[in-house]
């Protein structure tokens, strides 16, 4: 065998080892480095981890409320202040941002005391309920939950929640998202 055949079959055998050696040890690499990595998620919000079920039990809403619908619900004290006000406005901008999806969302306002009549009142896609001592505060932050507006999904389940603090447009991206709608 000649000198440059030898060169070729090493080099042949090289690429051989190359090729199947390589997703291995990329793999490896990315296995050992993960930690170091920051692959970000598609969504704004964070998830309330484990997702928690509504307990609807004494609230007057119908059954099956959250069917067919995404939910933004608004936790509060008894009187609805400047946060609380806020926090519904952020609801209802979000909603009417969705364009011909507006349907596809609604809206609640939970108080855990005296629902403060004046906060639903011209508002028909708010709706609103006095949960103080009901089982579904269970599904939400304890003292945290006026802090946050929350996503139920069409389950009923607790999914996400968004800081009041945080950018409205947040909700409205994760939103088009679960919808389908397009950033148009």
């Known amino acids: 065998m000649d000198e440059k055949t030898a060169k070729q079959n090493r080099l042949m055998l090289l690429l051989l080892l190359a090729v199947f050696l390589a997703p291995a040890l990329g793999s490896w690499l990315l296995y050992a480095n993960i930690n170091r990595m920051h692959l970000a998620t598609t969504n704004y919000g964070e998830f309330v981890q484990p997702a928690r079920q509504l307990n609807l039990t004494g609230l007057t809403l119908p059954s099956g409320y959250f069917a067919h619908h995404f939910t933004l619900v608004y936790l509060s004290g008894p009187g609805c202040e400047a946060v609380c006000r806020q926090a519904l406005m952020v609801m209802k901008s979000t909603q009417l941002a969705l364009g011909e999806q507006v349907s596809s ?57 968004y800081p009041i603090a945080g950018d409205p447009k947040w909700i409205l991206q994760d939103l088009r998202h679960l919808l389908g709608v397009s950033e148009g």
């Open 105 to 161: 969302v609604q809206r609640l306002y939970l108080a855990t005391g005296e629902l403060a009549g004046d906060v639903t009142q011209g508002d028909p896609g708010l709706k609103g309920a006095d949960a103080g001592g009901l089982p579904v505060l269970k599904g939400f932050d304890g003292a945290d939950a006026p802090k946050y507006i929350y996503l139920v999904d069409t389950n009923g389940y607790v999914v996400m929640r």
